[in-house]
């Protein structure tokens, strides 16, 4: 990882574990630097993003820092300025749609449906891509919907249309979707947004047994550190469009990065396991 000029502590390197030894990653992102139509100045520089193959690795940091215009990056849905992003090896650019679908999952802020759709019938939308265009439903789709149903909770509101759903269960029918898709690789952009702290919770038990059962790659925008520092093997945390560290929750998370990233000063406990102690919020 290339180190800011301000940056404080040891900088550790990409893709290595703690002795040292290459991981191969699923997705790495290069040079990019990441703006939209309406700004003159890169919103993101990033000199080189890994998701390490077969982890969850959480993009923290506070509102605008540029976690989800990376995700967008990493998603195809964010053409770079300049800079590549590889998919197992391959340009993402390259990828037909169909086939980027049976490759990457991707959950964003920006979903639209009808809200006459049932959740049921959203959820087979993300069988889509592993089917012909004339190709009727198939035994391993609906077990794939099934499960994605479970795995989301929604299964009791599968006969429910969209528009009658609250906030929080419209982003679990959503969350049902993106896991019909059975990918090895999941984007998440803030799965979290609008739920109570129970189905919180059960969304990132949820990400975390997709993880360790089916070995699926995360990588999920997250804006509670106290949660991505317990649910994720990596922290990306990120302050003004730049990154700030990389490395394992326990390694990363330091009074240091929460006074300099989110503007608080807070103790850290490790024992019996990581905690975050806000004291008080910093002036600006």
């Known amino acids: ?46 000199a080189r993003l890994d998701v390490p193959e077969g982890e969850v690795t959480a993009l923290v940091g506070p509102n605008g820092s540029g976690k989800s215009t990376l995700l967008k990056a990493l998603a195809n849905h964010l053409e770079p300025e300049a800079g590549t992003v590889r998919l ?14 049976r490759e990457l999952g991707v959950l964003s802020q920006e979903n639209e449906s009808p809200d006459s759709i049932t959740v049921e019938d959203l959820a087979y939308h993300g069988r ?45 029918a959503w969350i049902a979707m993106v896991l019909a898709q059975q990918t090895d690789v999941l984007l998440l952009d803030e799965p979290t947004t609008f739920l109570d702290l129970h189905h919180q919770f059960r969304v990132l038990e949820t990400v975390r047994q997709l993880n360790e059962r089916e070995d699926v790659t995360v990588a999920v925008v997250l804006h ?54 806000p004291q008080r919020a910093l002036s600006e």
């Open 224 to 277: 509670d550190i106290a949660q991505a520092a317990r649910f994720a093997d990596n922290l990306v945390a990120m302050r003004d469009g730049q990154l700030y560290d990389w490395g394992p929750p326990r390694e990363v998370v330091t009074e240091q990065l929460l006074a300099d990233v989110f503007g608080v000063e807070a103790r850290i406990q490790h024992e019996p396991e990581l905690q975050i102690l």
């Open 1 to 46: 990882m290339a180190e800011l000029d301000d940056q404080p502590g040891t900088v550790r390197e990409w893709a290595t574990d703690a002795d040292g030894v290459p991981i191969e990653s699923a997705i790495v992102a290069e040079d990019l630097d990441l703006r939209y139509p309406t700004s003159e100045e890169a919103v993101v520089d990033c």
């Open 128 to 172: 889509y891509p592993h089917r012909g265009f004339f190709d009727a439903v198939g035994p391993e789709d609906r077990q794939a919907v099934e499960q994605a149903l479970e795995q989301a909770g929604v299964e009791h509101l599968r006969d429910t249309e969209l528009g009658q759903l609250s906030g929080g269960q419209k982003q679990l």
């Open 88 to 101: 197992h090896g391959e340009d993402i650019q390259t990828f037909q749609q169909s086939q980027l679908a």
